[in-house]
């Protein structure tokens, strides 16, 4: 099989270095040549033939500063490049790199091979003496090609290559250079030209295959801390998703850190370019950014560790404008002076999404609609048109459920070469490493680890590709009350003893520790060993303290079946299939028979429907903005306890064939493809991905590999059959005029309430005349958008409500409610005659009111009175009578005034006509419920010739 070339950049760091000989035999290359006996035969030169002895090596090609005649790691003539690497040797219990060289007949006659000697040196280089190629060199150690080791004799123009490797071993206590020469000199007693002795080549080990570029946009203001984010149990993860990120940051990239917060006080502004949605230019200086980590190659664990501590510094109470973190960063990863690197780019937004100053993305908050914009709305695949797909990920906070909106417009705008999610800082870590495509591969990965009893923990094995160098792997897990550390244990497979990262004397290691008050992780890298398996543990400090949940995963150097996973998810919408596409690399062909699964797990509740249902109880939190959005997470958190119950998920499980049936094209290709139905897509919010490839190499060993990905499913637009439209009239004000609350609540087909941040998309058009609408549609963040209107004098308000520009139907409210039930207690007392014959009693009614105008109303009354009889007990009086009441508004307090008449019917006696008159006050409580307090007499004549008095409390409900 062909291997993939493997850049020398990949040589791990800091290895300690001696020399030993040893070696297995390789068959040498050498061009086709006369036998023994033919050169026997050949006649002897004459005397005035000068007879030229030189063996040598051929210059190096300057550009590449590389000699072709010495190779590191693997041999000539075996299919691929020079891959500068380390092995394992499980007996010897060594790492090790095998030196090879290649020498030339330059001269005219053959040489015996037994003569020839080749010595090797290496000398440790920085920066400033690269050139000068001055200093001590060091001896690694030689070869002598021995007889029987290759052929006797070496003719003009042929080629003899080492058959057996110089071993570099590295033991503890001696440190491997970073940047240094290797060099290779000849020996041949016969020499007659010495100028071609020695050949070099250069090495940079703190330079990586691709030089990927990262800049990290990250928001670290205090609104990302605190109470909230800690009842979340995720920690900061803004910040320290930022501190692991660059935990996991490779030797050789360039990265840089740029942060969102306020103070600035070295006034350190400067200027960045956008353009918004129709394509102009414009220029902005950035003085709300800061440099925290500035673009640099990362050389080792001390440069990780300066940048975290830096991330930790910054700090601020300041509102943030998402959009100068991403113009600050793109400034610094375009810059000049690595335009000419051909490796990928990636810009990292780190960020909770809620915008709050300009420059906005793609669309300014509606809630901020109010202020004065200072700058139009970025235009992300307008303002990054040169330079594609460079933003790869975009991480958002424990209030990513408010940023939902601005998320999928982002993925839509830079097609979906991004990742966005609520999951553990691993997990986001994992996926922002899958999607850049510009790091080691991931080995192993499992996100729902857990702590066993006892001292026994379930452990795992990883078995490292042919190309592997230094692995890493990270550790993260949400601290519990009591102090808990979890350590990571490994071992060579076969091997008893279990070693502990980053405590074994004397072994070649670099970890990183970070333990905050809610959240705590490991990176540890170590050197494996090519084609080797290792076996890793989870324990924690305490034997007695099960139940510790983790997530972990192990990054290295792939040769073979390198994973390329990637969601076909451009603009989707609810109810759409999801389609999950991978394939498996190896050099230029693609690896086939492999097994291939993806895990995804889906919402089982859209975030905006939780927000909708509590939304009445948001209505006395904070006025609109970012403060609201603060107070309303805390009192979701406080509801639903944790962040599971608030964004809670289902696990899927979904094949993907490369069998050219179903949603696989073609037969055998290495493409495997798998989706995810419709029907269980019906619910918006964010998908996650774990794709696993497994299979068998031809060599025998097995291998996984593993991607994690991330996409948003947004609402399918909005349905007219779901969605909802609210008409409140208030009370009329002095002028007779009423306002109109319009609140919408647009839904898709399955129910999905939209997402808070789509006021844009939300157009409200009035009917007829007599009303007018007033400000612009206000987002209420509760996935609610609402419109005010004010209402002429006895007109009628009609609207009609477009989302997208669909209609979701026409809508009126007439001026006033016109109905009102009633219901009344009160006590009653007999007149004149009346008080002879009984005493006082209680009432009991129920009215229906219909009201002509806001003064004018018709009441009808049933009512059932109970008097004592003084003589014969309990007597009844029942009326049905009809009011005419005018009224007088007067804010929540209105009096009243009505008359009118009615039929009276005395138990056991006759029955006739009268009347009643009264007043009264009402008082409302809302726009549904008023108190009425009122006091009113009755005369009844004819036969029964009687009266009483009435006075009662009752409540209105007005519809």
Not at 762 to 788: A, C, H, R, W
Not at 875 to 897: A, C, D, E, K, M
């Amino acid at each position: 099989m062909k291997l993939k070339k493997i850049p020398y950049r990949h040589i791990y760091l800091l290895l300690p270095a001696v020399l030993i000989l040893g070696g297995s035999a390789v068959t040498a290359q050498k061009k086709e040549k006369p036998s023994v006996q033919e050169i026997e035969k050949k006649p002897k030169p004459e005397n005035n033939v000068e007879e030229i002895f030189d063996i040598g090596f051929l210059p190096r090609d300057e550009v590449a500063e590389r000699s072709a005649d010495l190779r590191l790691a693997d041999p000539f003539g075996i299919g691929h490049g020079e891959r500068p690497r380390f092995f394992y040797d499980s007996q010897r219990k060594i790492f090790y790199t095998r030196l090879y060289s290649r020498i030339h007949n330059i001269g005219n006659q053959a040489v015996k091979s037994e003569s020839i000697t080749v010595h090797f040196f290496f000398l440790e280089m920085d920066e400033s003496n690269r050139a000068e190629q001055s200093g001590l060199w060091v001896k690694i150690g030689d070869y002598t090609f021995f007889p029987g080791s290759g052929p006797p004799l070496i003719h003009p123009g042929e080629v003899l290559c080492q058959d057996r490797e110089v071993i570099w071993r590295f033991e503890p206590g001696e440190t491997f250079p970073l940047r240094f020469m290797m060099k290779a000199e000849v020996v041949f007693p016969n020499d007659s030209d010495s100028s071609n002795n020695i050949t070099i080549g250069f090495y940079d080990l703190t330079r990586s295959e691709q030089e990927a570029t990262v800049a990290f946009s990250v928001d670290l203001s205090d609104k990302n801390e605190g109470e909230t984010c800690s009842k979340m149990e995720v920690g900061n993860i803004l910040g320290d998703g930022a501190k692991m990120f660059t935990a996991l940051m490779e030797d050789g990239y360039r990265f840089g850190i740029y942060g969102l917060y306020g103070g600035n006080p070295g006034n350190s502004s400067i200027t960045s370019t956008f353009r918004d949605q129709e394509g102009s230019e414009h220029v902005i200086s950035l003085d709300r950014t800061q440099v925290i980590f500035p673009l640099q190659r990362i050389t080792g664990t001390a440069k990780r560790k300066e940048a975290i501590s830096k991330i930790s510094l910054k700090k601020s109470k300041t509102k943030l404008p998402l959009g100068q973190g991403l113009l600050r960063a793109k400034e610094a990863l375009f810059q000049s002076s690595f335009e000419e690197n051909s490796g990928p780019k990636s810009l990292v937004i780190l960020s909770n999404g809620i915008q709050e100053e300009a420059p906005f993305l793609i669309i300014q908050p509606p809630y901020l609609r109010q202020k004065e914009e200072q700058h139009p709305p970025i235009d992300i695949q307008k303002t990054f048109e040169k330079k594609a797909g460079l933003i790869k990920s975009i991480i958002f906070g424990p209030a990513m459920g408010w940023a939902f909106d601005l998320m999928s417009r982002v993925r839509d705008q830079n097609g979906g070469n991004f990742i966005y999610g609520n999951s553990s800082v691993l997990d986001l870590a994992a996926s922002l490493f899958g999607v850049r495509g510009t790091t080691s591969g991931m080995v192993y990965f499992f996100d729902r680890g857990q702590t066993a009893f006892g001292t026994q923990q379930p452990f795992f094995e990883v078995n490292f590709d042919d190309a592997a160098r230094e692995a890493t792997v990270a550790l993260s897990w949400p601290r519990p009350k009591k102090n808990m550390i979890l350590n990571l244990e490994y071992r060579f497979k076969g091997n008893e003893k279990w070693k502990k990262s980053g405590m074994e004397t004397g072994e070649y290691f670099s970890e990183i520790n970070y333990f905050s008050g809610e959240l705590c992780f490991k990176v540890f890298r170590f050197l494996p060993g090519a084609g080797t398996t290792w076996e890793f543990r989870v324990n924690p400090d305490s034997p007695r303290s099960p139940g510790i949940k983790f997530a972990v995963a192990v990054f290295s150097e792939i040769e073979h079946a390198k994973l390329d996973a990637h969601l076909d998810g451009d603009d989707f919408k609810a109810g759409n299939p999801l389609k999950v596409l991978a394939e498996l690399k190896t050099e230029k062909s693609s690896e086939t028979g492999a097994t291939v699964y993806a895990l995804i797990r889906v919402p089982l509740c859209s975030f905006s429907n939780i927000l909708r249902r509590n939304r009445r109880s948001f209505s006395k939190l904070l006025e609109k903005g970012h403060d609201r959005v603060e107070a309303m997470t805390e009192k979701l958190v406080r509801d639903t306890q944790n962040q599971a119950e608030l964004y809670p998920v289902q696990d899927l499980w979904i094949r993907l064939s490369d069998d050219g049936k179903g949603p696989d094209e073609v037969s055998g290709d290495g493409l495997y493809t798998g989706v995810l139905p419709g029907e269980f897509t019906r619910k918006t919010g964010v998908y996650s991905v774990i794709v696993k490839a497994a299979g068998t190499l031809p060599v025998g060993r097995t291998y996984s590999r593993y991607a994690v990905l991330s996409t948003i499913v947004s609402p399918a637009g909005a349905d007219p059959d779901k969605s909802r439209v609210h008409m409140d009239l208030s009370d009329p004000e002095e002028d007779g005029t009423r306002k109109v609350d319009v609140t919408i609540l647009p839904s898709d087909r399955f129910g999905n309430a939209v997402f808070p941040g789509a006021a844009d998309r939300v157009d409200v058009f009035k009917i007829g005349q007599g009303s007018y609408l007033k400000g612009g549609i206000e987002d209420n963040l509760d996935s609610t958008f609402s419109q005010k209107m004010v209402l002429q004098p006895d007109r009628k308000a009609e609207i009609e409500v477009r989302f997208d520009g669909l209609s979701l139907g026409a809508f009126s409210v007439k001026p006033i409610r016109r109905h009102e039930a009633v219901f009344h207690f009160g006590v009653v007392a007999p007149e004149g005659e009346f008080d002879k014959t009984v005493t006082s009693g209680n009432s009991l009614a129920v009215d229906y009111t219909y009201r002509f105008t806001p003064h004018l109303c018709l009441r009808n009354e049933f009512c059932c009175n109970r008097f004592d009889n003084r003589k014969h007990g309990v007597r009844l009086f029942y009326n049905v009578t009809s009011y005419l009441q005018y009224r007088h508004p007067l804010g929540v307090i209105t009096p009243y005034f009505q008359s009118g008449i009615g039929f009276y019917s005395l138990e056991d006696a006759d029955q006739a006509m009268g009347y009643s008159a009264g007043i009264g006050l009402y008082y409302t409580v809302n726009k549904r419920w008023k108190i009425d307090f009122s006091f009113r007499g009755h005369r009844v004549g004819r036969k029964l010739d009687l009266g009483f008095i009435q006075t009662y409390l009752a409540a209105v409900y007005t519809f």
